[in-house]
């Protein structure tokens, strides 16, 4: 059974000082696309229990996967014992993955153990995988060549329209669309704001937002011939 790590943030705060951490859909519908499949762990900069984005569970308290993530004994464990990224050894794994939410734009950018732990993933021709605000984690990362991972990689994230939406512009260091394309990257979205859109470009596999996060666990499992 092929192995997945779940990366999730350790900040419970933005920049202005409002209460964020991982987002719920986008950990609860790619975790129930693939854990029947593969064994998944979790882990985050700071290990166990990382903070969850408090308004990702109001908005999301009618959907079913959601409500099951957050009472399934199996996941609350995971959480409870999630690893530090520095305890993690990436041949473990076949497969990464980046939940989104504003917290992962703030630490994993400039998490030099996580930049250290993509590119390990990366180089080695494994999915190097991220949803919505995921993406950030993986900006500072380089192929073997000493590249960006996004340069001239057809890639997707957290739009500026759908984050001057939603009034988090100041809260982020960064706008991820924009930085994908300072990278050199190929940056594609979805028609319109909040639609479903998943790009995968070599073993490069991003989704742009929260409606993104059960179709990109399910290109994850096609690619791993699950």
């Known amino acids: 059974m092929p192995a997945i790590l779940f990366v999730l943030t350790s900040?419970?705060?933005?920049?202005?000082?409002?209460?964020?951490?991982?987002?719920?859909p986008e950990a609860a519908h790619p975790y129930y696309v693939l854990a029947p499949k593969a064994t998944i762990d979790f882990a985050s900069p700071a290990g166990p229990n990382p903070p969850i984005d408090e308004g990702s569970v109001k908005m999301f308290a009618s959907d079913p996967e959601c409500t099951k993530f957050l009472e399934d004994e199996t996941v609350k464990s995971k959480l409870a014992s999630a690893k530090k990224l520095s305890d993690v050894n990436s041949k473990d794994y076949d497969a990464i993955f980046y939940v989104g939410g504003h917290g992962p734009v703030i630490d994993l950018p400039v998490d030099a153990?996580?930049?250290?732990?993509?590119?390990?993933?990366?180089?080695?021709?494994?999915?190097?995988?991220?949803?919505?605000?995921?993406?950030?984690?993986?900006?500072?990362?380089?192929?073997?060549?000493?590249?960006?991972?996004?340069?001239?990689?057809?890639?997707?994230?957290?739009?500026?329209?759908?984050?001057?939406?939603?009034?988090?512009?100041?809260?982020?260091?960064?706008l991820l669309e924009d930085k994908i394309v300072s990278l050199g990257g190929k940056y594609e979205k979805a028609a319109e704001a909040w639609g479903s859109h998943v790009v995968v470009d070599g073993n490069l596999y991003t989704g742009q937002n929260p409606a993104s996060a059960k179709p990109i666990g399910e290109a994850i499992l096609k690619a791993l011939d699950l």
């Open 11 to 24: 900040v419970s705060k933005t920049l202005t000082g409002a209460q964020t951490g991982w987002y719920l």
């Open 113 to 174: 153990v996580n930049i250290k732990l993509a590119g390990e993933f990366y180089q080695a021709g494994k999915i190097t995988a991220a949803v919505c605000h995921g993406p950030a984690a993986l900006v500072n990362v380089k192929d073997a060549d000493g590249k960006s991972i996004f340069a001239g990689k057809a890639a997707t994230g957290f739009s500026n329209d759908e984050e001057t939406q939603v009034g988090k512009v100041k809260d982020v260091p960064f």
